[in-house]
């Protein structure tokens, strides 16, 4: 059987060609889930806060993580996984139905339309053209920028740092808690297995702080490891398109399109660049096939109540990991699905244990910031806004709208106006339109 397996996986994601075995394979795909396992948690609580059955949500959430997450290993054969991307889950929860009393079908029917637009701008080539159109410097700033959001995500899973309301600023969280204490252990246990070349690391070391934070009192040991999944009649089909075309909604559909289109493209160069997967010119071959992956993602979850699925930032850890192929993607899919019935399991992972990995492999990617030209001021100025708006405001799409704009100010400030095209002037047009809609959010 396991012959037959191994001629199936060489045949469809071309596993020597990639310079990667099926072993590495699952051992990339698990770690992709250990990293993103959070997700299991958070999600359900955040949209259950709006009134919404959070265990009908986890079901639901399974179900699409694992049917889009296959399509995007077989279809694109990358290392991919998608989820609910966090900023349209706090829009859709917080925003929308929680503060704006938004009703659920309204707001569902804003996602179903911003999934909408997200397919036709693909089939229509639109997202490859903007891709093509963002700027070199731009391009590998990306993934500097996604790499350093990681280790912030990472740094505060690990409650190393926190946001402090008296200094409005990052600081140091409580230093003394044994969570703090395990993200460190964590760390120190990756860095020797990494200095070692310890096949597996990153899993190695999820594993390790598990059971390590069971006697520090981080790691809760269930009562019950299997259970069986809630059901989704209360989540599925709940959408009012027509109501969701009112023009005051505009601004919403914004504020769910333009970030997670960013933020698509953002982790698929970030990502593709630490995998090797980029050309001469920062693209990656076959964005499109991603691109449809995620735009057909984002529109069926909206039929779920699940806020737009994108490609997760944390794919980079399998990446890291060593994967290369669908087969990871896969392989983490098929982890959430065998969540719905061991789901007191899998939550027992903390984040503790998780975000050593997530700041290794963000301080991994900032390694392509030698390739901008710093004497070129329309190069590096966009690439230090987009790295820093993308960490200092949490969003990777804002950081990439505020990058492209500042670049063609400054092409056109200095008379450069040639290395411009009617594109990019558009694009901008756009991009301007998205920050004035978001003064209108609360």
């Not at 259950?48 to 265990?55: F, H, L, M, R, T």
């Not at 989820?83 to 569902?108: D, N, Y």
């Not at 700033?141 to 409005?168: D, P, Y």
């Not at 997967?277 to 993602?297: C, M, Q, R, T, Y």
């Amino acid at each position: 059987m396991s012959n037959i397996f191994s001629k199936w996986a060489e045949h469809q994601f071309k596993l020597k060609e990639n310079r990667t075995n099926v072993t590495t394979e699952i051992i990339a795909g698990i770690t992709t889930f250990a990293t993103m396992a959070y997700s299991l948690a958070v999600v359900p609580k955040m949209i259950g806060e709006a009134g919404v059955p959070a265990a009908q949500i986890l079901t639901a959430m399974v179900l699409m993580v694992f049917a889009t997450t296959v399509a995007m290993g077989l279809y694109t054969n990358r290392p991919f996984a998608l989820a609910p991307g966090m900023g349209s889950v706090a829009i859709f929860s917080i925003t929308l139905i929680q503060l704006q009393k938004i009703p659920l079908e309204i707001a569902c029917g804003l996602l179903f339309l911003s999934g909408l637009i997200f397919l036709l701008v693909t089939v229509f080539g639109i997202r490859e053209f903007i891709s093509m159109i963002i700027p070199k410097g731009i391009k590998i700033s990306i993934s500097a920028g996604v790499g350093l959001f990681l280790c912030v995500l990472g740094l505060r899973n690990a409650k190393i740092i926190a946001a402090s309301a008296e200094k409005t600023a990052l600081s140091f969280g409580n230093l003394a808690d044994p969570v703090v204490g395990l993200a460190v252990i964590g760390f120190v246990i990756l860095l020797i297995l990494e200095a070692r070349k310890v096949r597996g690391s990153a899993l190695v070391a999820i594993l390790l702080a598990t059971m390590i934070g069971i006697p520090m009192g981080v790691t809760k040991i269930p009562t019950i490891l299997f259970a069986m999944p809630a059901g989704i009649d209360d989540v599925v089909f709940r959408f009012d398109i027509l109501g969701a075309l009112h023009v005051k909604y505009v601004p919403f559909l914004f504020a769910f399109f333009l970030p997670d289109f960013f933020s698509s493209l953002g982790t698929a160069l970030g990502v593709g660049s630490k995998a090797g997967f980029l050309d001469k010119n920062g693209d990656l071959p076959g964005l499109n096939k991603v691109f449809l992956v995620d735009s057909i993602a984002a529109t069926l979850g909206s039929l779920f109540t699940i806020p737009v699925l994108i490609t997760y930032l944390e794919s980079g850890a399998g990446v890291e990991a060593g994967g290369r192929t669908g087969l990871t993607a896969i392989t983490t899919a098929v982890a959430f699905l065998l969540v719905l019935f061991i789901t007191p399991v899998a939550l027992m992972i903390p984040a503790a244990a998780t975000a050593p990995i997530l700041i290794y492999v963000g301080m991994s990617m900032l390694s392509g910031m030698r390739n901008i030209d710093y004497v070129d001021m329309s190069e590096y100025i966009p690439a230090f806004l987009c790295i820093a708006l993308t960490v200092f405001t949490f969003n990777i799409g804002n950081g990439i709208s505020a990058a492209f704009i500042a670049y063609v100010i400054i092409k056109v400030a200095a008379g450069r106006t040639k290395e411009l095209r009617y594109g990019h002037y558009l694009l901008s047009l756009v991009l301007i339109y998205y920050f004035v809609s978001l003064t209108s959010i609360k």
